[in-house]
């Protein structure tokens, strides 16, 4: 009973261990005329080629964030708000992120070696 009971306890700490293994980027546009993509506080420029989770926060029923690479092409809806998440596999490359009704103006990029 009590190695059953110690397989389930462990089990129950390697699962969230995995989920937590995948880097977060946080992505916002709006409420203003601005768009970023930051990996904690710092803007991101540069990462490695893996998995990530995107947290889209559109603040702005007027913009968007839509971000496209090697094999990507996400967006949220203009008119829309909330919080999106995507999972996504970034290979090597540039990728950039607009804000499609204000794209000469609210955009970002970053490479992926």
Request: glycine share 10%; charged share 15%; aromatic share 8%.
């Amino acid at each position: 009973m009590k190695l059953v009971v110690l397989a389930a306890l462990v089990a129950a700490l390697t699962v969230p261990a995995a989920f937590a293994a995948t880097p977060t980027l946080n992505g916002t546009v709006g409420p203003g005329f601005t768009i970023t993509l930051k990996k904690g506080t710092t803007k991101v420029t540069k990462l490695k080629a893996g998995t990530y989770v995107f947290k889209i926060a559109d603040k702005s029923s007027i913009h968007n964030f839509h971000l496209t690479g090697p094999g990507i092409d996400k967006k949220t809806s203009v008119g829309g708000t909330g919080t999106t998440t995507w999972k996504l596999k970034l290979t090597r490359g540039t990728y950039k992120y607009v804000c499609d009704p204000h794209k000469s103006f609210m955009k970002g990029s970053f490479t992926v070696t």
